[in-house]
């Protein structure tokens, strides 16, 4: 069988998968309980993978390999580009990829820890928003 022909024969039973599970309920309720216990037999089950997929989506996503992350750690010295805090892999869990929203995904920055990648996003990566920030609290000291 053709990739085609395959590739149209699962969008077809997807399709007809999905008007099942709007009209009828009990077909909806077993896909459920199917997908719920083949998420926790991959994921709770086993933390390696879930962080090997974590890693995985991550690279993908950024077009980098897990030496060029790595490379963009040890140059931090292994911690976030802004306020330094060490990174401690626990759980899957990493610093995140900072990138210029103008360039695209493959535009990347450096490595930020949550807290000061959701600051830059709060400020919409504004340099004169920051700085105004950062006035703003010098002036309240």
């Known amino acids: 069988m053709p990739y085609k022909d395959q590739k149209k024969a699962v969008q077809r039973r997807a399709a007809r998968a999905k008007v ?21 037999s991959k994921y709770k089950g086993n933390p390696e993978y879930k962080a090997y997929k974590n890693t995985k989506r991550t690279m993908n996503r950024y077009g980098i390999t897990v030496d060029i992350y790595a490379a963009l750690l040890a140059k931090q010295h292994y911690g976030c580009a ?7 892999d626990t759980k899957g869990k990493r610093l995140h990829v900072d990138h ?16 000061c990648n959701l ?12 700085c105004s920030a950062a006035a703003y609290l010098e002036s309240k000291k």
């Open 119 to 130: 600051g830059l996003g709060q400020f919409k990566d504004n340099p004169a928003l920051l």
């Open 100 to 115: 210029d929203h103008g360039k695209g995904l493959k535009a990347i920055r450096g490595l930020l820890c949550a807290s």
């Open 82 to 88: 802004i306020c330094s805090a060490q990174h401690v």
């Open 20 to 40: 099942r599970r709007k009209t009828d309920p009990e077909f909806a309720a077993k896909e459920k309980a199917a997908v719920k216990r083949w998420y926790e």
